[in-house]
């Protein structure tokens, strides 16, 4: 635990600091939620510690997050939209000026207004949520679409090259720093046998068959919030990957953390499956939602979400064999829980395929 009412003074707060408590369930930065008072009346803010070992440039990635919520915010005054100032995020300044401070140990920390009224979920009910935050997470990319300037920068350079990270995996597997190979010999053998899926969408991006968008690239459903009362896509947050990417990938990460029947700490994994009413709401929301789409695009949907979540399986087993350095684990074995966690979505993933296929060819056809 930070202090926090030292952070706060960091911060061009003007109100009151009261108390703060750790909060969210995010894997990566450490998220705080402070009580201030001003003029009588309770403002709540979201401080954060942004994760200096997974993000290695705080500035740039700042710079990043400035950019795309100053244009949002100027996209929705434009349209004189009435909550402009709660769909998407602002950064409070720091004392001098910049969007983020550093405390006396070097860390980085940034504060946005709590937004209030709204809910996160680790795992979603029903099918207005899945459509409410796949349509909210494609108009987010409908907004950064219009950004002028330079590229943004790759606060992770390479995130979602599966082929990469297959290689990731293979070096850590190799190098064993850990002494824990010879316990995950299975999964190593689960991921070759799929080993050439994983240059599928890179190639396809090479060629120039799908374009480089700016996009999100962590598309879980805790980094949407949706309205407590209508479940509107109100606000899309935790922007640190938001960056040169692939549709697709926004896509298939938002497949991988809302279809599965049993969420991403579940171990009791015999009854995993895939929610198919889900997966046709988050369709329906995501191509309402980001109108622009390729046929190629289109075309590799389904496959997307299992492909990304390969991709997160081989994640938390590499980070399981380099000593868990890079996930927040609770316990010993959570990563490699979390592996086959993922593993048994792919293989419910690949049961369904071709009717998510031919799911999605019906949506597709529906707009046509
Ligand atoms: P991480 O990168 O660790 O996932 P997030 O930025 O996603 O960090 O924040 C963690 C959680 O905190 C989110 O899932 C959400 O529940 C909550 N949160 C973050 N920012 C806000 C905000 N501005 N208003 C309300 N809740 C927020
Ligand atoms: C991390 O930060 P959070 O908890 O929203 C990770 C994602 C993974 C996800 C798996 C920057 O997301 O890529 O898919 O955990 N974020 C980063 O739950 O690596
Ligand atoms: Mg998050």
């Not at 003029?39 to 709540?44: L, T």
């Not at 939602?289 to 190629?296: E, H, V, W």
């Not at 991709?311 to 490699?336: A, H, V």
């Amino acid at each position: 635990m930070h202090d926090l009412r030292e952070i706060s003074r960091l911060f061009d707060m003007r109100a009151a600091f009261l108390h703060a408590s750790p909060y969210g369930s995010g894997h990566i930065n450490d998220t705080y939620c402070a009580e201030y008072q001003a003029a009588g009346i309770y403002i709540r803010y979201i401080h954060q510690r942004i994760n200096h070992h997974v993000f290695p440039h705080p500035e740039k990635l700042m710079e990043n997050i400035e950019r795309v919520t100053q244009h949002s915010l100027a996209c929705l005054l434009e349209k004189n939209h009435p909550e402009a100032y709660r769909r998407t995020l602002t950064c409070i300044p720091a004392l001098d000026g910049k969007s983020y401070a550093r405390d006396a140990a070097g860390n980085y920390w940034r504060t946005y207004p709590f937004i209030e009224r709204t809910r996160s979920y680790d795992t979603i009910d029903n099918t207005t949520q899945a459509y409410q935050a796949a349509y909210g997470f494609g108009n987010f990319q409908n907004l950064t679409s219009s950004l002028t300037g330079k590229r943004l920068h790759e606060t992770i350079p390479h995130f979602h090259n599966t082929e990469m990270r297959l290689m990731h995996l293979l070096d850590a597997y190799a190098a064993d720093t850990h002494s824990r190979a010879y316990e995950v010999a299975k999964e190593i053998d689960f991921v070759m046998q799929r080993a050439t899926e994983t240059t599928k969408i890179v190639n396809l991006l090479n060629s120039g068959s799908i374009p480089e968008r700016i996009t999100h690239n962590d598309t879980k459903l805790n980094n949407i919030l949706l309205d407590e009362i209508t479940a509107e896509g109100v606000c899309v947050i935790d922007l640190d990957t938001t960056m040169p990417g692939c549709s697709l990938y926004d896509f298939g990460d938002m497949v991988r953390n809302a279809v599965p029947l049993l969420g991403e700490n579940s171990s009791d994994l015999s009854t995993m499956d895939v929610r198919i009413d889900i997966f046709t709401a988050l369709l329906d929301g995501y191509l309402d939602g980001a109108q622009f789409l390729n046929s190629t695009e289109k075309e590799h949907l389904a496959f997307a979400g299992k492909l990304l979540t390969l991709e997160c399986g081989m994640r938390f087993l590499t980070d399981y064999l380099q000593g868990d350095r890079y996930f927040k684990i609770k316990s010993p074995q959570q990563n490699i829980l979390r592996c086959r966690n993922q593993f048994a979505l792919v293989q419910a993933l690949e049961r369904r395929m071709t009717e998510l296929e031919d799911i999605t060819m019906q949506r597709v056809q529906m707009r046509s």
